[in-house]
């Protein structure tokens, strides 16, 4: 990506690792301050001392995005620091390991769990921070969905669930907040290679390695997605040359949605 991003702030849910992670290289590469949100202390407090060159910078909060008080606190800490929030990227996601069951055997508990930290959190994320894109006149709203929001699997219930609701969520909020010059889009990532596919793997048992190439044929470019290829369309989507651009979600997934199937 070569946009200049900087002079804006960008607060990532889920930023320590994997596809967060990526999104905050990204964006702190091209000048944004950014403020990093997690529950993983070690990641986090390791991702903002990574060196960023020129004017761009990463920090860390510790934060559960599906709590509203840990929302409002993030936004809080972007006033502060660097007078608001211009960019929320709502990129925390969870499909815990033990969860992946026919949806009649999964808990009550479990449910609330994933679809509060997948779905909730972008709700209480943009509650917190529209009411500063509103009076400045700007923002833009990126959420990160998935596949499973479009298709799904065995296993996945609530998972799929909370990903169809980001879509929706992500659509509606694009019509109430348009005419305030915010902008709300979506991101259907495929299989990526992050500690989220590695837990899913290490749990399966078997084969990892032959598991992975099984894993990168579904795709129809023949190779699992890595974090800054999510980076890179999150980046575009938030820049000027999206402006037009608002309530459509946009898969990043090798081919897979256009073969229509997993296999």
């Known amino acids: 990506m070569t946009s200049n991003f900087t002079g804006t702030t960008v607060i ?7 596809i967060g992670r990526g999104i905050c290289l990204g964006f702190a590469r091209a000048g944004a301050a950014v403020l990093c949100a997690d529950i993983d202390t070690a990641a986090g407090v390791e991702l903002a001392a990574e060196p960023i060159s020129g004017t761009g910078e990463i920090r860390f909060q510790r934060a559960d995005a599906s709590q509203a008080s840990a ?8 006033t502060e ?3 608001g929030a211009g960019v929320v990227c709502n990129n925390v996601g969870i499909q815990p390991t033990d969860c992946y069951l026919p949806a009649h055997e999964l808990s009550e508990a479990a449910w609330d769990r994933i679809i509060n930290v997948n779905l909730k959190s972008a709700f209480l994320m ?3 921070c529209i009411p500063g894109m509103i ?4 923002g833009v709203i990126i959420n990160t969905a998935s596949v499973q929001g479009l298709q799904s699997a065995k296993g996945v219930s609530a998972y799929a669930a909370s990903k169809g609701g980001i879509l929706s969520l992500t659509r509606q909020l694009a019509l109430e907040y348009a005419e305030y010059g915010i902008r ?3 991101v259907n990532p495929g299989t ?9 793997l290490a749990a399966v048992g078997g084969d990892e390695a032959a598991a992975r190439v099984h894993m ?7 190779r699992i997605g890595q974090p800054e290829d999510v980076a890179n369309l999150v980046m575009f989507l938030a820049s000027d040359g999206a402006s037009f651009m608002t309530g459509e979600n946009i898969c990043v997934d090798g081919g897979l949605m256009a073969r229509g199937s997993w296999g």
């Open 184 to 186: 709300v889009l979506a």
């Open 135 to 138: 009076t400045r006149r700007k």
């Open 71 to 78: 929302c409002q606190g993030l936004v809080d800490t972007a």
């Open 12 to 18: 990532v849910t889920g930023g320590a690792k994997g």
């Open 192 to 200: 990526i290679d992050t500690p989220l596919v590695d837990e899913a």
């Open 216 to 222: 990168a044929a579904l795709h129809p470019l023949g």
């Open 126 to 128: 943009t509650r917190a």
């Open 81 to 83: 620091l660097w007078g």
